[in-house]
């Protein structure tokens, strides 16, 4: 019997070493169309976690019960109920966000990143394992969708989270952050070609990271290793 995750390192797998969209490049398609600013890549990362983590809970609790030629169509069944519900309450509390994002928040439910957990994760652990993996992937999405958006609205117009107010309320007003008036952006950063540019720049900056992190870790673990017979002779 094979020992389950801890929670951290589910946690730290979902958010960095296997986050879906700068590893596996899932949900690629909401992940370029939607991060034209900070405030949509957020909300477009709220909306995807809330699905991802209910749909793994629900999945997990309905592994056993339900045969495995049919699990496919209900991991969808299950996603598109809860992309339902995020739609209306997105319609009712955030109409003017769900105007700019409405259209990719009903393709949360062919995102293979929500499937590829359900699957490969849900189905085969516990609640409280489900729970910490989708919040972990959830978190993670958050992280790339924002930090994308803030990047390419920076480049584009000099500003960041503006019209935060949106998703956040009329005091979020205040997180905004401007250059200035007279800053002269650069269109390109909030169009298509803008958008692969930027992820390119954000996996590039992950494997660079990743890489000094092995070569730091290599060189800690050769700086505490023992040593051996024939060194001390």
Not at 85 to 91: A, D, G, K, R, S
Not at 171 to 184: C, E, I, K, M, S
């Amino acid at each position: 019997m094979s020992v389950p995750p801890s929670y951290a390192s589910i946690f730290s797998s979902g958010l960095w070493s296997n986050n879906q969209m700068l590893v596996a490049l899932l949900g690629l398609c909401p992940l370029l169309a939607t991060t034209t600013s900070a405030t949509n890549g957020l909300g477009m990362g709220m909306a995807t976690t809330v699905v991802v983590v209910c749909s793994n809970v629900t999945v997990s609790l309905v592994r056993n019960l339900v045969r495995p030629e049919i699990r496919i169509p209900v991991f969808v069944l299950v996603i598109a109920s809860f992309v339902t519900l995020v739609e209306l309450i997105m319609q009712a509390f955030f109409y003017e966000l769900y105007l700019v994002l409405g259209l990719f928040i009903s393709l949360i439910v062919v995102n293979c990143m929500i499937i590829g957990r359900a699957e490969a994760f849900a189905s085969k652990n516990r609640v409280d394992l489900a729970l910490m993996d989708g919040l972990a992937v959830g978190l993670g999405a958050t992280l790339v969708l924002t930090t994308l958006g803030a990047l390419r609205e920076f480049v584009a117009q000099g500003t960041v989270f503006y019209q935060a107010n949106l998703l956040l309320g009329e005091a979020a007003q205040a997180l905004t952050v401007r250059l200035g008036d007279d800053y002269q952006g650069a269109l390109i950063a909030i169009l298509p070609p803008g958008a692969f540019i930027g992820l390119g720049l954000m996996l590039a900056l992950k494997n660079l990271i990743d890489k000094r992190a092995k070569h730091w870790g290599l060189r800690r673990a050769a700086s505490v290793r023992p040593p051996t017979a024939a060194s001390t002779s």
